[in-house]
């Protein structure tokens, strides 16, 4: 069975202050892995599609990389707008949906 | 375009109500999901659909009921409400052709059942 498995639960960091994010997951076969940002009370909001193995991808203060057994997201100088919880996802091939993470609830202190 | 939009927002059933789910998009998506969210949980696939008149369960389709008649809409039917359905509602949807793996996801519905 596809698993998806996401931590830290939680991080704070103080503004500046670079970390990464964890992505572990099992999968008969990848299509694609996923990373989204929730904001409290929001649907998820699409960042990232990941396909193979040692591809990255960048965007503003995130960037995401992909190995055969997991996925990280870099957060480098966060600011305090960069707080939400970071959800990951897998599809596998041959498959119309995606498994999600429990997410990381990422908080960002000024 | 508005993207993926849910109604209500918010909702209370007293047990063994039932009510519908509404939900609609105008990208012109031939997929489209159901995702339940609990606290501290990732979305789980309740059902979806990959065109008009198909629909098929996902991991946690019990209690709930799907049709899509119409490219554009995507409703999710409660029977029988129970207080284990009380959780937050997304849907989404995603193309089939060009981006065809990322998912769009409305603004969801708080449904609570007492």
């Known amino acids: 069975e596809d698993q998806v498995t996401q931590s830290p639960e939680a991080l704070r960091l103080q503004e500046g202050e670079s970390s990464s994010l964890n992505c572990s997951y099992t999968?008969?076969?990848?299509?694609?892995l996923f990373w989204y940002r929730q904001d409290p009370g929001k649907g998820p909001e699409f960042l990232f599609t990941l396909y193979s193995a040692g591809e990255e991808k960048e965007k503003e203060r995130l960037k995401a990389t992909l190995t055969k057994k997991e996925s990280f997201l870099h957060i480098t100088a966060p600011k305090p707008e960069d707080s939400a919880t970071y959800l990951c996802a897998v599809q596998a091939d041959n498959n119309n949906d995606m498994r999600f993470g429990a997410g990381t609830r990422l908080t960002v202190k000024p | 375009n508005a993207g993926v939009t849910q109604t209500p927002k918010f909702r209370i059933l007293k047990i063994g109500q039932s009510m519908t789910l509404q939900c609609a998009q105008d990208m012109n998506h031939n997929y489209m999901y159901w995702y339940r969210q609990d606290p501290g949980m990732g979305l789980k696939l309740i059902y979806y659909?990959?065109?008009?008149?198909?629909?098929d369960k996902g991991e946690v389709p019990n209690g709930y009921n799907v049709s899509r008649s119409t490219t554009e809409d995507f409703p999710l039917r409660l029977e029988l409400a129970a207080p284990s359905q009380t959780s937050v509602y997304f849907c989404?949807?995603?193309?089939?052709?060009?981006?065809?793996?990322?998912?769009?996801f409305g603004p969801g519905t708080r449904l609570t059942v007492l």
């Open positions: 989404a949807s995603r193309p089939s052709t060009g981006e065809a793996d990322t998912q769009y």
């Open positions: 659909s990959v065109g008009a008149g198909i629909t």
């Open positions: 999968v008969s076969g990848l299509r694609g």
